[in-house]
């Protein structure tokens, strides 16, 4: 096991000498309550947070502390009971509904655990629909996909439909849609929870390219350490708090996979261990 490298968590403030980034997502004092005065379930308890342009994060924890809660409150698919969420500097609850489905398909691209990716369509039509809705020129959609494809490793599947593609291949077309209209953050709900452990490594090589090659911010829900070890930053919570987060440095992946180990033995759970 490495030494216990991490930090208390800081409110998300960066530390000395950390790179100059500038902020996209913010959260201050979340908070989200299921349920009614006879039975209530605080799902998020008081969740303030930073995420800087172009930083890839995982957000790990055990069943039930709040993971996909939170996710959903960020992405606006669900409305926080108290506090406030800002992407890109817009405060996402002064958004109107009307103005809530542009800034979802303009600003975020997301990745589910289940792909979501539509069967009557081949894998390129199911790229491209991200981009008709944003009415780009069809030369400029060919375009765009081959390049998102062949970074991905996914041109010669372009052509099939999601029954004909493996687990894997199915979450790389997921990915080349979530990052093909070039949104400022990605984000993932368990995006390896249905790959074996060959397809997890493909897709979380393929999104630590984007995330290097294009700068788009990604936060990934995982409860899983050796898809978190992908991630620069790693923040843990328990029962809807921010229980502790790690940053990596210059060290290897595998060195990093076995500090979140240790905070994982500190949190205890249901999280997997293999690497
Ligand atoms: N729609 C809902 N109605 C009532 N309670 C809910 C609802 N959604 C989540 N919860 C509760 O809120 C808490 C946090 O749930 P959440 O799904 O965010 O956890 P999670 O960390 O994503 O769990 P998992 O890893 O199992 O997906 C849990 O106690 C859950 O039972």
Redesign the pocket.
Known sequence: MAHFTGRSYNGGNRQKGEDKMSELLKMEHLV?Y??NKTSL????NDISLTVEQGEFTAIM????????????CISTI?RPTGGKVWIDGVCTSELKKGELADFRRNRLGFIFQEFNLLDTLTAFDNIALALQIQKCPHDKIKEKIEAVAQKLGIREVLEKYPYQLSGGQKQRVAAARAIITHPSLILA??PTGALDSKSSKDLLESLKLLNETEHTAILM?T?DAYTASYARRVIF?KD?KVFHELLKGTEERRSFFEQIMDVISLLGGDMNYAD
């Not at 379930?41 to 998020?44: G, Y």
């Not at 924890?61 to 959903?72: D, I, M, Q, R, V």
């Open positions: 989200k299921y349920g379930t605080k799902a998020l924890g055990a069943s039930g502390s709040g993971k996909t809660t939170l996710l959903n669900d709900d368990e829900v409860h919570i809807g």
